[in-house]
């Protein structure tokens, strides 16, 4: 029983490295995309590739300036409230509430277009 403990506080503190990991690369493009113009206007070195180009020319997210920004700021909210989730949550029940803002994220994109 001990070492199931002591497992699931490993696989927590692996996740919240995750989450710090992936909000700080979000904030980061996320003031980077927020000021940036698509490439289809502006082919210079600081465009983004918005509409339909690319690897990534069916995906939601990257239909529009609109879209990508929205689903950065709702991936970053999430990240955020599962990280002082687990600040506050004791020890057993943190890994519930970073599986549950995982589980968001990856399903956002599936969502988060039957909403906007």
Known sequence: M?????????????IIG?????????????SYAWHAQSCLVDRS???YPW???????????????????VLSVFDSMVSCAALVSALILPQGKRIFALLVGAAL?????????LII
């Open 45 to 47: 070195s600081g465009c």
């Open 18 to 30: 995750l989450f710090v990991l992936f909000l700080t690369m979000n904030l980061l493009d996320l």
């Open 51 to 69: 509409g339909t180009e690319g690897p990534v020319a069916g995906r939601w997210a990257y239909a529009s300036k609109r879209n990508y920004l």
């Open 105 to 113: 994220i990856c399903v956002s994109g599936f969502f988060l277009p």
């Open 2 to 14: 001990v070492a199931l403990r002591q497992a699931v506080v490993v696989v927590e503190g692996f």
